[in-house]
């Protein structure tokens, strides 16, 4: 399946996959109303340190960890793309998948007591918001890296 | 501390409704312009830092920015200009001489507008490229004065020059790594290699990564001698002496310690974090004859195999010193005109010294073919080239191919903000630090330089088609196709053109 791979030589940490990824996933898929109106959630974070950096999203992992640990099946793989999603209805917050994930991508959302929103490679495009985005191509979307 | 008498040059100005601080310009900005007020939860700007280099305008991903001239006003006064007042104040506050960088920005007269094309009407046809085949193939080097053949046995007796075929007569200018980022000269040798161009190492030596783009090289030997040595000159395709350079004739270079990091000091062969001092003359060149001992020295060195390059700076007697630098053996002569550009020079230096590079390549020209040696030597301009109309001029002004060096930087981002000795490029061109540099990706970059050379040999093959010409060859120093406007009798007189409607 494709993936989205990041390419820290080239990643410039400007942060605006961050910035598409909260538009693509807010209702009005505006970038002024989906940071001053809507309380839209990036689901790719830039780790950085110092000259290093790298957009970090779920790896949508063959084998995934959250899945197997996921105690109510909020965490699941979709059999068909292989894109594993959550289903926040599902969802207790018992927070496995957090201590699970070997990337450290998942996160939690104390207030509603269920993990945060994560990547769902934008079902809605042909290429993920983060990936089409990108001004210094460090985002690509491919089979392989 | 000195309080400072300078205002802002430039207005940050920030649309509120607009801007959703998400800091992409606090992070993008190389001169710390923008920061982010977590207290009141507000973007804001330093406006006395901007370089109008619009990175962030760029960036920002609701169109929230502007960059605006400061509109103070100073009382009106012809002589004291705002520029000259603060120039003033910048020397009183720190008893230097003013560092800029980039071109000439003073309205001195361009030429290339001043000189118009001509086209076929009637009396003969003009050709369309995009049916008719159309050359542009260029080679450069020395050609023999004749040629003999053994007519018994069919063979050259004339023994051949070295000769460098470019697809284009477009070339990237000498910018040393260094001064610009190893990712810039990847981009620039990888679109050179791809364009059938060549890529000019400037002085500061060619990294190993980039050996494998040689035969697209022409690398520079200079007054610093930096990261000369044998494997240098082999691996190139051309090998350049700078004499000079039009935005500072007559002086040295300095590369600052802070820049010369492990890398750049490997690649410049000298110690990490020394400064690289490039003095202003070569100290084993006093003479024509000296220069022409070092021209044989670099020929022996690599066995005859790649034509030797002169550059220097046009200055008044570019023509003289030309003639001079063909007699002394040189293959390729580089002139480089009073609007080249720099990563550092002295303001007061790269504003006034040197000629426009117009006149002196129709000198330098002129010269060459009436002392019977133009053939011995190809001609290459350089400062200031901004399309392929300047191009096709230079061209029917007697130049071989020219040299591009801003408009290839313009093509990968940079923004003319004349920053470039600062060392803080917010394009991450002009610097070496890794944080910045990384914004230059030579997938990117080089994809932009290829596409600027694609479409100004479309539009050269266009233009000559118009003047009914089928070969670039047909063009060189074919001054009857130029005509000059709003020239005096003199000006017309050192260009060798005619006035439009005579």
Known sequence: ?145 | MLKTYLPARFIVERNASRCIQCQVCVRQCGFDVHYYDEEDDEVRARDERCVACHRCVVFCPTNALTIRKNPLDYRENFNWRGEAIEDIIKQSETGGILLTGMGNDKSYPIYWDKLVLNASQVTNPSIDPLREPMELRTYLGRRPDKVEVDWETGKLNTRLTPLVPLEVPVMFSAISYGAISLNVHESLARAASEAGTLWNTGEGGLHKKLYKYGSNTIVQVASGRFGVHPGYLDAARVVEIKIGQGAKPGIGGHLPGEKVSAEVAATRMIPMGTDALSPAPHHDIYSIEDLSQLIYALKEATNYTKPVSVKIAAVHNAAAIASGIVRAGADIVAIDGIRGATGAAPKIIRDNVGIPIELALASVDQRLREEGIRNQASVVVAGGIRNSADVVKAIALGADAVYIGTAALISIGCHVCQACYTGRCSWGIATTDSYLAKRINPDIASHRLVNLLRAWSHEIKEMLGGMGVNALESLRGNRLHLRGVGLTDTELEILGVRMAGS
């Open chain 1, 1 to 145: 399946m494709k993936r989205v791979y990041p390419r820290e030589e080239v990643c410039i940490g400007c942060r605006l996959c961050e910035v598409h990824c909260k538009v693509e996933h807010s209702r009005s898929k505006d970038v002024v109303k989906a940071f001053k109106r809507e309380q839209s959630v990036a689901r790719v974070r830039v780790q950085e340190n110092g000259p290093l950096s790298f957009a970090l999203q779920c790896r949508h992992c063959p084998e995934p960890y959250c899945v197997y640990s996921c105690l109510t099946g909020a965490m699941h793989r979709d059999p068909g793309s292989g894109v594993v999603k959550h289903d926040p209805d599902r969802c207790v917050g018992c927070w496995t998948c957090v201590l699970v994930c070997p990337f450290g991508v998942l996160v939690r959302d104390v207030a509603n007591h269920r993990i945060g929103p994560k990547c769902d490679l934008c079902p809605d495009r042909a290429v993920p918001a983060c990936v089409a985005n990108c001004p210094n191509e460090a985002l690509v979307y491919a089979e392989e890296a």
